[in-house]
């Protein structure tokens, strides 16, 4: 593939496609979990029913996005981004009008295959596009509207589903279809295809395995979407064959001649270090980001506006501290960094955790010894009042 795949004056309409794109899995991603109680009521979903909505989502993206990666210096970048673009669009008209949970639970799980093929060529194309002396702007333009939507998507959504009611979380899916239609016009009409990597391989066997593995594993944990706890041999059984298929799959990725996931990485011990702990920190996230916006709506009774922005300190938090990480890192190193971010998100959770029963809405994500405290406390105890 050649270094750039746009012309000077067609650079811009690529980083916009990059930006509208980006936005569509930003949205989708911050809102849900604001969105997941309105969709439980508008549905009738039960709670395994909401996990399906997220893990089928994130179960397709996690397990394809190196595929993804790999197909798009394959067939060209811009074919791949595109298609992705595409996939994901007409997954969420579907989520959008979806008549029942295992309708939507079926177009997220094509959503995040679409995501697969969209995130990874999402940068890939900037990096293309751009030559080395303007890239670093153009990711930071791109990094800078991806911010803006991290935060502004969940206070929109959240006081659209106060305002409009239970049916709105459609508009969260349907607003994707003029973002993507738009993405796609700039790419096909403004931008010229890239040159593939013809002898390029794809390990489709080890994509297969490793969705598998990841579908069972989450079968046996989550049930079959009713209200019922799975009982224990059911979970056993599933998890069981789920991680015989993560073993197959680790034994093909060592004999595979064009591995998804080279083992060899794992030597080094700073990168085992660095998946794990990120692997630890995303899964006490993603958990608490997954259940905090439901514990607040449907057991606390606060409404989604409010709680759009009690969680408003974190993206802001996220935006600002991103921006000096680099800087920080040069200077210091990665590795202080590392352990003193992990140790004050252990901190906030742990606050977060003896904090909740007080069922103040002015806690979550925002200690009241924060600046921010106060004003959300006092926004959360003016609305009940209302």
């Not at 209200?227 to 056993?236: K, W």
């Not at 809405?361 to 926004?379: D, F, I, K, T, V």
């Amino acid at each position: 593939m050649t270094q750039d795949i746009a012309s000077p004056q067609s650079r811009r309409f690529v980083l916009l496609a990059a930006i509208l794109a980006s936005s569509m899995g930003f949205i989708d991603g911050s809102v849900i979990s604001i969105a997941i109680p309105a969709i439980r009521a508008d549905l009738g979903a039960t709670l395994a029913d909401a996990q399906w909505v997220s893990n089928g989502y994130l179960l397709f993206l996690s397990a394809l996005i190196l595929l993804g990666g790999a197909t798009g210096d394959r067939f060209g970048l811009r074919n791949v981004f595109g298609l992705g673009i595409a996939v994901f669009v007409a997954a969420s008209i579907v989520c959008a009008l979806a008549p029942t949970p295992l309708v939507l639970v079926i177009a997220r799980a094509v959503q995040g295959i679409g995501a697969a093929f969209m995130v990874p060529g999402s940068l890939a194309i900037i990096a293309k596009a751009y030559p080395r002396a303007e890239r670093g702007k153009a990711i930071g333009m791109w990094a800078a509207a991806s911010s803006l939507t991290t935060i502004g998507g969940p206070i929109i959504g959240g006081f659209v589903l106060t305002a409009l009611g239970d049916w709105s979380w459609r508009l969260v899916f349907a607003i994707n279809l003029p973002l993507g239609l738009l993405a796609l016009a700039l790419l096909w009409f403004r931008v010229a295809p890239d040159h593939p990597e013809v002898g390029r391989k794809l390990d489709v066997i080890g994509a297969v395995l490793a969705t598998l593995a990841l579908m069972l594993i989450a079968y046996g944990l989550t049930g079959d979407g009713s209200e019922s706890v799975p009982p224990l041999s059911h979970t056993i059984a599933w998890c069981g064959a789920g991680l015989v298929l993560a073993a197959a799959f680790i034994v093909w990725e060592g004999r595979s001649p064009h591995p998804m996931l080279p083992l060899g990485l794992f030597a080094n011990i700073g990168f085992s270090g660095a998946n794990a702990l990120t692997f630890a920190l995303y899964f006490a996230l993603g958990g608490t980001m997954f259940y905090l916006p439901m514990t607040m709506i449907g057991g606390w009774g606060e409404s989604p506006a409010t709680v759009s922005l009690v969680l408003l300190p974190l993206g802001i938090s996220l935006t600002l501290l991103s921006s000096l990480s680099g800087k920080w890192a040069d200077r210091f190193g990665p590795a202080p960094l590392i352990a003193a971010g992990s140790l004050l998100v252990a901190a906030a959770f742990a606050a977060l955790g003896l904090t909740a029963p007080l069922r103040d809405a002015g806690w979550p994500c925002c200690p009241r010894s924060c600046c921010w405290g106060w004003a959300w406390g006092w926004w959360c105890r003016r609305s009940r009042r209302r």
